[in-house]
Antibody, heavy 120, light 110 residues
Framework: QLQLQESGPGLVKPSETLSLTCTVS??????????WGWIRQPPGKGLEWIGN???????YCNPSLKSRVTISVETSKNQFSLRLNSVTAADTAVYYC????????????WGQGTQVTVSS | QSALTQPASVSASPGQSITISCTGT?????????VSWYQQHPGKAPKVMIY???NRPSGVSNRFSGSKSGSTASLTISGLQAEDEADYYC??????????FGGGTKLTVL
């Protein structure tokens, strides 16, 4: 059974960089045909797609965040990561990592989510 | 990119059926069959209920079904049960090679 687990600081100061890692267990992140992505949810609000990456490192990001977002994959650790720089209070959210099957809208596995608060 | 449009809330009694709409544009829902629906209970991660417009993952009740007409996708839940009470989100692929979500619909089972 595939499992995804987010990890990273729960508190980030304004203007600094938010860094999260998603560790994949029960399967290989290097398997072709999958996209690994990040989605966030501000308190009391809806879901927002941040971006995704495939096993070969091809990335796609939300245009509204593109200038601040870096998504990378580390196959040796079976992990992928999110970096969001110059954060503000508007970046406070629960951040989820997920897997999507390629050529499909099927996001079949999700992490439990991790709360990140931006505050001084 | 603009969020897909969903009603903020819907409600119905147990046993009844409801339909949640998800309206996009000719840059997303209207051109791709990559529309999915997610159920989210409070404090939990989203769970996919429908993918690629009308496909149901293994383990999801056949009371859940999806459809699409033009730029509007729909999720129908028949035989409502108390456990269906949750937030529901649609999502679509876009012509910019990105993904967009709807604003979410709160389903209340009366």
């Amino acid at each position: 059974q595939l499992q995804l687990q987010e990890s990273g600081p729960g508190l980030v100061k304004p203007s600094e960089t938010l860094s999260l890692t998603c560790t994949v267990s029960g399967g290989s992140i290097s398997s072709s045909g999958y996209y690994w992505g990040w989605i966030r949810q501000p308190p009391g609000k809806g879901l927002e797609w941040i971006g995704n990456i495939n096993y070969s490192g091809n990335t796609y990001c939300n245009p509204s965040l593109k200038s601040r977002v870096t998504i990378s994959v580390e196959t040796s650790k079976n992990q992928f990561s999110l970096r969001l720089n110059s954060v503000t209070a508007a970046d406070t959210a629960v951040y989820y990592c997920s897997r999507r099957q390629g050529a499909s809208s099927f996001r079949d596995y999700w992490g439990q989510g991790t709360q990140v608060t931006v505050s001084s | 990119q603009s969020a897909l449009t969903q009603p903020a809330s819907v409600s119905a009694s147990p046993g009844q059926s409801i339909t949640i709409s998800c309206t996009g544009t000719n840059n997303d829902v209207g051109v791709y069959n990559y529309v999915s629906w997610y159920q989210q209970h409070p404090g939990k991660a989203p769970k996919v209920m429908i993918y690629d417009v009308n496909n149901r993952p293994s383990g999801v009740s056949n009371r859940f079904s999806g459809s699409k007409s033009g730029s509007t996708a729909s999720l129908t839940i028949s035989g409502l049960q108390a456990e269906d009470e949750a937030d529901y989100y649609c999502s679509s692929y876009t012509t910019s090679s990105t993904w967009v979500f709807g604003g979410g619909t709160k389903l209340t089972v009366l």
